[in-house]
């Protein structure tokens, strides 16, 4: 059974600070890996998707990785802004369904 | 604009009724999907279903049904059966080339 673990579970940091968002699941027969924003009281909005071939992806600010033999990926977000505050959330799929990680709750503060 | 419409937005249940969630999708996707959000528990597969006319139990299955009808449609019904519903409910769909796209949500509280 598929296990998507997430660290660390909160994070602040001051703006302008660059940090790395870490997943690690434990099946590597996946089809690709998600990385998506939710905020408070609000749906999923999704940030990027990594095919299970590909090594990144990059959208503006975020670039995230996937390193399927390893079971990891990491999201890395440049320059922080206090609207990047959100709760993270990486989730990967296997061959019928995505399984998703608890979510890293990110706070940065101006 | 493609996307995925949840309503209603907030929803109140009495004790022993059913209530039916509305999921619609415009993206042409085949899947689609209904999570539960609890604090601290993070997202929960109810049904997902991959065509129409077809649907399979995910992980916490008890106490809701679904339909699907349409390509475009997947409502939830939440039945008496159902212990504990209040939660905030999410709708998916998705194409394998192109990953999962979510509703707004809609947050179900028992009164």
């Known amino acids: 059974k598929q296990e998507v673990t997430q660290i660390p579970a909160a994070l602040s940091v001051p703006e302008g600070e660059n940090l790395v968002l870490n997943c690690s699941f434990t099946?590597?027969?996946?089809?690709?890996l998600q990385w998506f924003r939710q905020d408070p009281g609000k749906g999923l909005t999704s940030l990027l998707l990594?095919?299970?071939?590909?090594r990144e992806q990059t959208s503006g600010r975020l670039n995230a990785s996937l390193d399927k033999s390893s079971g990891r990926s990491t999201l890395y977000i440049a320059a922080s802004q206090p609207g990047d505050s959100a709760t993270y959330l990486c989730?990967?799929?296997?061959?019928?369904?995505?399984?998703f990680g608890k979510g890293t709750k990110l706070t940065v503060n101006p | 604009d493609g996307g995925i419409t949840q309503s209603p937005k907030y929803l109140f249940r009495k004790e022993g009724q059913n209530v039916t969630l509305s999921c619609e999708q415009n993206?042409?996707?085949?899947?689609m999907y209904w999570y539960r959000q609890d604090p601290g528990q993070g997202l929960r597969l109810i049904y997902y279903?991959?065509?129409?006319?077809?649907?399979q139990k995910g992980d916490i299955a008890e106490g809701y049904s679904v339909s699907r009808e349409k390509k475009e449609s997947f409502p939830l019904t939440v039945t008496s059966a159902q212990k504990n519903p209040t939660a905030f409910y999410l709708c998916?769909?998705?194409?394998?080339?192109?990953?999962?796209?979510f509703g707004s949500g809609t947050r179900l509280t028992v009164v």
């Open positions: 998916a769909s998705s194409a394998l080339r192109y990953g999962y796209t």
């Open positions: 099946d590597s027969a996946i089809y690709n």
């Open positions: 990594i095919q299970s071939s590909q």
């Open positions: 989730a990967v799929r296997g061959s019928e369904k995505l399984v």
């Open positions: 993206l042409n996707h085949d899947a």
């Open positions: 279903s991959q065509i129409v006319n077809d649907f």
